[in-house]
């Protein structure tokens, strides 16, 4: 049940941004995860490492976050030995690790690249599903339909207006299978004429 490696590399997210991916490997084999990021982050958000080297993906770029992976944080873990299957352990050890209030040391999506790779490890040591081991570290019994959540209005730095909020929600409830809480979603009138009516007064 223990680690034999860690390695991370840059990978695109879905905006075209460099990103952090990971894969964790155990005798069970080799379990990968990438790190998502947001369009803006908060002032008391944890920091995302990035490398500010403006010739170079407009400063975006990851190569400090996968030094601190493959140089710091996995080697570290592998000696210590803990087991995959202890994610609040590993988590913990990563924060201790990094010694700051915001992870800005070794990069919050270092930290989080490894700790999502760790949880798919060690839901693949178990040999069930992710969503079910993320359950049983939480002690929850009861699982239930994923709920789509569609976005109705966005604020913040990036959506161009003066609201003090990142984004209003909607969450289909109720639903007895998923395509048709994508379809309860979609079909809300509401989206559209609260867009129509929101950028009179935003």
Known sequence: MSIIKIRARQIYDSRGDPTVEVDVTTFKGTFRAGVPSGASSGVYEALELRDEDESI???????????????????????????????????????????????????????????????????????????????????????????????VISGGAKAGNRLAMQEFMILPLGAKTFDEAMRMGTEVDLLQTLKTVMKHWI
């Not at 609040?88 to 924060?95: K, N, S, V």
């Not at 990069?107 to 790779?117: D, P």
């Not at 949880?119 to 339909?145: H, V, W």
């Open 57 to 151: 993906h407009m400063g975006r770029g990851v190569k400090r976050a996968l030094a601190n992976i493959n140089d710091i944080i996995g080697p570290a873990i592998i000696e210590r030995k803990i087991n995959v299957c202890d994610q609040a352990g590993i988590d913990r050890f990563m924060i201790e690790l990094d010694g700051t209030e915001n992870k800005s040391r070794l990069g919050a999506n270092a930290i989080l690249g490894v700790s999502l790779a760790v949880a798919q490890a060690g839901a693949g040591e178990k040999g069930i599903s992710l969503f079910r081991y993320i359950a049983q570290l939480a002690e929850n019994d009861k699982l239930f339909l994923p709920v789509p959540a569609f976005s």
